[in-house]
């Protein structure tokens, strides 16, 4: 059997991956390094973009959950991304080039493994027994009249925004404080504390500052990766209650809690590095500088990378796919990653390895796995190929779930209830993969 996948990131590396260990040819055409988008840098594949955070780790969070029906799975990204880990308390974190540099490894040691590097302009299925195409939300332009000649004028487009990233050295220790939210998992974290009268002078130098113009879609943002200078225009609390929310953080120098805290994660292994939890940004590179460094523990901060807002593109997946990802029209030609309408690195990569293990098995004879509404892996096959009126990119999430048959009013212990059954029922359906 021969396929190929179009784009070496999230999803189409798994899908790879899922094709080769089952003896499939597979040839990947990736632009990189020839061409690269506005958020890729790295010359190897599966680049994480922005955030080095795959999430919590932990079951009672839908994110966890992914990871949990991942390990069942047999996801390349999941192994390699514990592999790669960086400590990040309750989360999974990777070192962003260590994860890019093993995932290119594990693909290329597979001898049926054909890496192409090309821009790609065509859907051409022509020699192939089947295509998956994972261009990602940064598809480049090349490729969109082959796109548009499928699905029309059905294209959506929202805007994502990448968070800066500021040396370890830079950093003023004196002003920050070590601490996990809530003390879950390692206290992983560098806590930036501000007090009040800090946090005003923040906000209102925030609110005001410069931003880069956009040209198209400017209020077309995606909640889960609001620019900050964005959410702090919705009121004055509005950061005290995401990113900058001082709950589960007490400072042990001085016994308090403080008005408002900026989280800082480490970025590589090293921990030479730090990111900005939910900093995503699009005020002008000056306007960063001047002030993020009015945060104290960032007064003298030296940043490695300034935040950066992209465009993001995906398909009106539910008039176009099945619930394996293929085109309803076209039954050679799959769709996977954030293009399909799921968001996020592990989300992709889920969509990924479904497309490959259903097409695998389709064109060998076999029925496709009939992933269950209880998991969230079956949750968003369902949300790709639902048709429910106008169409917005997903997470994992709990509310996406089949109900449980009993009400459970206690909402950690119905996170749980919800983590086992789809681990139970996941469990059942990977014993007939
Ligand atoms: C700026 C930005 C910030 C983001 N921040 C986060 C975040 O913090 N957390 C999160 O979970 N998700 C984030 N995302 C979403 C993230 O991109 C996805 O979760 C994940 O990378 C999507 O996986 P994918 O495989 O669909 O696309 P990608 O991982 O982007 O892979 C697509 C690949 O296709 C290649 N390609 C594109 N067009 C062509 C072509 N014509 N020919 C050949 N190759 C091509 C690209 O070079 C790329 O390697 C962000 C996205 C953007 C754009």
């Known amino acids: 059997m021969r396929a190929k996948v179009i784009g070496g990131g999230f999803a189409g590396c798994e899908a790879c991956y899922q094709l080769l260990k089952r003896g499939v040819d597979v040839t990947l055409t990736e632009m990189k390094p020839l061409k690269k988008s506005p958020a890729h840098h790295l010359d190897t594949l599966c680049e994480v973009v922005c955030s080095n955070s795959f999430k919590s780790d932990l079951l009672d969070t839908a994110s966890g959950l992914l990871k949990a029906e991942m390990r069942l799975l047999d996801s390349l990204v999941l192994d390699v991304a514990e592999q790669t880990k960086v400590p990040a308390g309750g989360a999974l974190a990777v070192d962003r080039y260590a994860f890019s540099a093993e995932m290119t490894r594990r693909l290329e040691a597979f001898p049926s493994f054909n890496r192409v590097e090309a821009v790609e302009t065509s859907l051409s299925d022509e020699g192939y027994d089947f295509v998956i195409v994972a261009t990602g939300p940064l598809t480049d332009e090349a490729l969109v009249p082959a796109l548009q000649k499928v699905f029309g004028s059905k294209f959506l487009y929202f805007f994502d925004a990448v968070a800066p990233i500021v040396t370890a050295e830079s950093i003023d220790l004196d002003s920050a404080f070590v601490a996990s939210r809530y003390g879950k998992g390692e206290a992983d974290y560098l806590n930036c504390p501000m007090d009040k009268q800090q946090y005003l002078a923040f906000y209102d130098n925030l609110v005001s500052a410069e931003t880069v113009q956009l040209q198209e879609f400017e209020n077309n943002v995606f909640e889960g990766c609001m620019p900050i200078e964005v959410m702090a225009k919705r009121g004055v609390d509005t950061m005290r209650f995401g990113p900058l929310r001082p709950i589960g953080l007490r400072d042990e120098r001085t016994g308090e809690k403080p008005y408002a805290v900026l989280q800082l994660r480490k970025e590589n292994i090293d921990g030479t590095r730090y990111n900005l939890v939910g900093f995503q940004t699009n005020l002008k590179y000056g306007e960063q500088k001047r002030v993020f460094s009015m945060i104290p523990a960032l007064r003298e901060a030296e940043f490695v990378r300034y935040g950066v807002m992209h465009r993001n593109t995906y398909i009106d997946a539910p008039k176009f796919l099945d619930r394996n990802f293929q085109l309803k029209t076209d039954k050679k030609l799959f769709f996977a990653g954030q293009l399909t309408g799921v968001e996020g690195y592990m989300e992709s990569a889920v969509s990924g390895l479904v497309s490959a293990l259903q097409a695998y098995r389709i064109f060998s004879g076999l029925a496709p796995v009939p992933f269950s509404s209880e998991t969230i892996t079956g949750a968003l096959c369902d949300h790709v190929s639902s048709d429910f009126g106008e169409y917005s990119p997903m997470n994992a999430s709990f ?35």
């Open 399 to 433: 509310g996406i779930l089949a109900p449980l048959s009993e009400k459970i009013r206690d909402k950690s212990q119905r996170k749980i209830a919800y983590s086992h059954r789809a681990i139970e029922n996941m469990k059942k359906t990977v014993i007939n993969i």
